[in-house]
């Protein structure tokens, strides 16, 4: 799988490395650019089957989507990186600090899950998509994105369905199956990276206990929620979560 990518900023600058969310694509960083690239170089890439990155068929499961970014790295020549993913993103980067450590030097889960139970819902959803396509998902969809005031902003609804729109199916689905067979709770102890597990305050999908939950179980991980933000808190409240993002990539990644 040779993934889509963009590096920005200096190149001798520590690596950044963004994931986006089910449904997105790298562009839900835009506004976390700017910030980062002026003392990172900064690796958005697509998730398969997300924007510009070919589709591959499913099921899929987190050891798919983190070799993804392990095979990115090494065609690079990326030796370790600091990672900050939004929900199925944040469920990749824990997967690689899990199972690759000494590639991730500092990991910032956003708004996302360790145990998104039952996995029947999630089996449920990806056969929804493979009938009747991705674009059927999003009335649905965009209420738990964000909150009713940018949910109903005419050019919010027309850049995310369009996002959600040229989603490939069949990639979508088998990301969904990656969620249904996630495995990553019961390892959580064994990430040494320094983690900040950041929420959104009205984020119905993955609720600020699921922040919680993650960094009961990571070593003297922390948490901050974000108010006024749902489930796509870094496209929502961008000025919060830059600025938590700086402050921890900048402040000694192990």
Not at 51 to 73: C, H
Request: charged share 20%; with cysteine.
């Amino acid at each position: 799988m040779k993934v889509d990518y963009e590096l920005t900023g200096p190149n001798d600058a520590p690596v950044v490395v963004l994931s986006n969310s089910l449904g997105n694509d790298r562009t839900l960083w835009d506004a976390q650019l700017p910030a980062l690239a002026e003392r990172f170089r900064v690796l958005r890439y697509d998730q398969r089957g997300h924007g510009a990155t070919p589709s591959a068929p499913g099921p899929y499961g987190l050891a798919d989507l983190g070799g993804d970014v392990l095979e990115l790295l090494d065609d690079l020549g990326i030796a370790e990186a600091r990672f900050a993913g939004v929900s199925l993103g944040g469920m990749t980067g824990m997967w690689l600090a899990e199972n690759a450590p000494e590639r991730i030097t500092a990991l910032v889960p956003i708004c996302t899950s360790a145990d998104l139970t039952p996995p029947e819902a999630w089996r449920e959803r990806a056969a929804q998509v493979r009938s009747n396509g991705t674009e059927s998902m999003f009335e649905a969809t965009l209420p738990r994105w964000f909150t009713p005031a940018l949910a109903g902003d005419p050019q919010v609804r027309e850049k995310y369905r369009a996002m959600l729109a040229a989603t490939d199916d069949e990639s979508y689905a088998g990301c969904c199956e990656a969620i249904a067979s996630m495995d990553i709770l019961d390892d959580l102890p064994r990430i040494a990276a320094p983690t900040l597990v950041i929420a959104g305050a009205q984020d119905s999908a993955t609720p600020p206990a699921h922040a919680e939950q993650i960094a009961a179980a990571v070593p003297d991980a922390k948490v901050e929620v974000i108010a006024e933000a749902a489930h796509l808190a870094n496209a929502e409240q961008p000025e919060a979560v830059n600025r938590l993002l700086v402050e921890h990539f900048s402040g000694g990644a192990r």
